[in-house]
């Protein structure tokens, strides 16, 4: 007889299609206990209703499931129950039941993985508390006086006690026992091995260095704070695979390091899918719980902190340094978007930024994010800097802000005609502008060198979606990597 698919609308023949797999309805098990008999007969069941034919009980024997609804290609076991492929899911001809979603047997082959270290784990700790109850149970028994029988004894008979019905010797047992400490300290040492390796706090809180490596973040102190900030707005249920350190620590390596999705699904262990969502997600609680680091001071905290380079040239005026810099973004689909974001000095797609930064290397404010058409001047003017300035400050500016000529910089100061602006000062004398180029190149660059993210490209599905103040996860990232900045030491001394 051919073997042919019983699924509504499948054509596969056993002796036309020779590399298909043809299965067998499963059978009722009625030998090995009421649940194995009530499993497969729910199994049984579920098969012919993905069938879904009308068919005599007598006619069930030669029904046929071929390989091509199978996500795997063939069924699981009996046990467990409810795994993906425990019944027909896929190409059914109907749909009274829903498809398994993309990635679910991946998902299911990482849970079975983590189940299986879990129960491995277990078995070491169960090890060990066998080491001490074997201690305890057998050393007094052994050595109890014998009632008084009469024995005939045979050859290599040995007498035993009453409660501890062993055939060891003392040999054996001593070797056992220096078995269960061998195995006792492999198991302590794969904990920790184990630990390290999952980016956990086990494996930061004695390296320092390797928190600023992956975080930029000065100490495993400040990583913590960090985390305190939003440990009670991260959610974690019994189905996550990240913890909420391992959450913020992702992303804060994400944007240290810009590293890819799938480099850091590997890492730790998940899917692609749950890392880019969780970016997402936490990126938003890190933008809100830590926005008040970057904040417009004072003139009078300016003031006290300005360093000696800037005091000589310019007195306590200089109240920030601004620059525009941009952000490789990929090209948009959209013409239209193309034109918009194209900057003709990189040359490429990008989005500007506006930032002002104070003297002592504190970042004060940080615009959303611009069209990389759009001038200097233009995002100066109407990104709200102006409204933090007051009357007599002295604003230092870097590239694309008519840049004079040796000196890289332009010096403007502000003056209240109708409404605020920014007016050029005297010609300055260019060696004195020369003399903190090199300052305000390090504080400009700074934010960039320390968040590798900020160099691009980034999806342009980053620009899309804006929640309810209006901000993007663009400027979230821009604006995070800002105040995370602010959080470490500052890059110019006081004197």
């Given amino acids: 007889m051919v073997n042919f698919c019983a699924i509504v609308g499948c054509a596969t023949r056993a002796d036309r299609d020779v590399s298909r797999s043809f299965f067998r309805i499963p059978a009722l098990v009625t030998h090995q206990g009421e649940q194995t008999r009530e499993v497969s007969q729910r199994r049984r069941d579920g098969w012919l209703k993905r069938i879904s034919r009308d068919v005599q009980e007598s006619s069930i ?64 700790d169960s090890l060990v508390a066998l080491q001490n109850d074997s201690s305890s149970d057998c050393a007094t028994d052994v050595c109890e006086p014998m009632e008084d029988h009469t024995y005939i004894r045979q050859p290599e008979e040995r007498e035993t006690g009453q409660e501890c019905q062993t055939d060891l010797t003392g040999t054996a047992i001593t070797g056992m026992q220096d078995e269960i400490n061998r195995l006792t300290a492999e198991n302590l040492g794969l904990k920790k091995k184990l630990a390290t390796a999952e980016f956990g706090e086990e494996s930061l809180k004695d390296d320092e260095e390797k928190v600023r490596f992956y975080t930029g973040l000065p100490t495993y102190a400040v990583l913590m704070m960090v985390l305190g900030l939003v440990s009670d707005h991260i959610s974690v249920t019994a189905r996550s695979s990240l913890t909420k350190f391992q959450q913020v ?10 590293t890819s999705v799938q480099d850091l699904a590997y890492r730790f262990n998940t899917s692609t899918s749950t890392i880019s969502r969780t ?18 001071p004072s003139r009078e ?3 006290m902190t300005m360093p000696m380079v800037f005091r000589t040239n310019f007195g306590v005026r200089v109240a920030a340094v601004i620059d525009c810099f941009e952000v490789f973004t990929d090209r948009p689909t959209s013409l239209v978007a193309q034109a918009q974001t194209w900057s003709d000095y990189k040359p490429h797609n990008t989005v500007k930024f506006l930032m002002g930064i104070t003297p002592q290397g504190f970042i004060s404010f940080v615009s959303p994010a611009w069209d990389g058409r759009a001038s200097d001047q233009e995002i100066t003017e109407e990104s709200g800097i102006l409204d933090d300035l007051l009357p007599g400050d002295v604003v230092l500016a870097g590239r694309g802000f008519d840049v004079m000529d040796g000196a890289g910089l332009t010096c403007a100061e502000v003056e209240i005609q109708g409404r605020k602006q920014l007016s050029m000062a005297e010609l300055m004398d260019t060696r004195k502008l020369s003399s903190v180029r090199a300052h305000v190149e390090r504080l400009i660059g700074c934010v960039r060198q320390r968040y590798r993210i900020l160099a691009g490209p980034l999806p342009t599905g980053y620009l899309l979606t804006k929640d309810a103040d209006d901000k993007t996860l663009m400027d979230k990232i821009v604006h995070l990597c800002c105040a995370l900045t602010n959080i470490a030491d500052t890059v110019l001394p006081f004197d």
């Fill in 61 to 124: 024997k030669n029904m046929r499931v071929c390989d091509l609804h199978f996500v795997s290609g063939h069924p699981s076991d009996l046990f467990p129950p409810d795994t993906i492929d425990w019944l027909p899911s896929v190409n059914l001809g109907h749909s009274k039941f829903p498809a398994p979603p993309p990635g679910a047997l991946a998902r299911e082959e990482r849970a079975r993985r983590r189940n299986k270290r879990r129960k491995d784990l277990e078995g070491a």
């Fill in 249 to 258: 620590f992702m992303v804060l390596m994400k944007l240290r390091l810009h």
């Fill in 279 to 296: 970016f997402a997600l936490c990126v938003d609680v890190l933008y809100k719980k830590t926005s008040f680091f970057v904040k417009w």
């Fill in 301 to 303: 905290e300016i003031q």
